[in-house]
Nanobody, 124 residues
Framework: QVQLVESGGGLVQAGGSLRLSCTAS????????MGWFRQAPGKEREFVGC????????YYADSLKGRFTISRDNAKNTVYLQMNSLKPEDTAVYFC?????????????????WGQGTQVTVSS
């Protein structure tokens, strides 16, 4: 069993930055991809990005490319989401997740464990 705890969310003005962290406990996740998703009020959960187990390969939702960056520190069992140039439409609860494979995916079904989420609110 894996427990995931996200942190770093909060209120930020448009154009600002936030860095989310997600730490896993219970077992090492270094062999698995790690993903970030988000869910805005009244909307479905959507894919944000993923980092493969090698820590080198990342991919993102097309709409977020260039503003968001995912990294990981396998020694700390932690994954990060750096968010820059934030917009009000980025307001959502952000979730991290452990992939079922080393390469992850863009669907929720590609991930087996989920954190409780952290709220990010971007004011205009």
């Amino acid at each position: 069993q894996v427990q995931l705890v996200e942190s770093g969310g909060g209120l930020v003005q448009a154009g600002g930055s936030l860095r989310l962290s997600c730490t896993a406990s219970g077992r090492t996740v270094s062999s698995y991809a790690m993903g970030w998703f988000r869910q805005a009020p009244g909307k479905e959960r959507e894919f944000v990005g993923c980092i493969m187990s090698n820590g080198l390969t990342t991919y993102y939702a097309d709409s977020l490319k260039g503003r968001f960056t995912i990294s990981r520190d396998n020694a700390k069992n932690t994954v990060y989401l750096q968010m820059n140039s934030l917009k009000p439409e980025d307001t959502a609860v952000y979730f991290c997740s452990v992939g079922r494979t080393s390469y992850g995916g863009r669907r929720s079904e590609d991930y087996g464990y989920w954190g409780q989420g952290t709220q990010v609110t971007v004011s205009s």
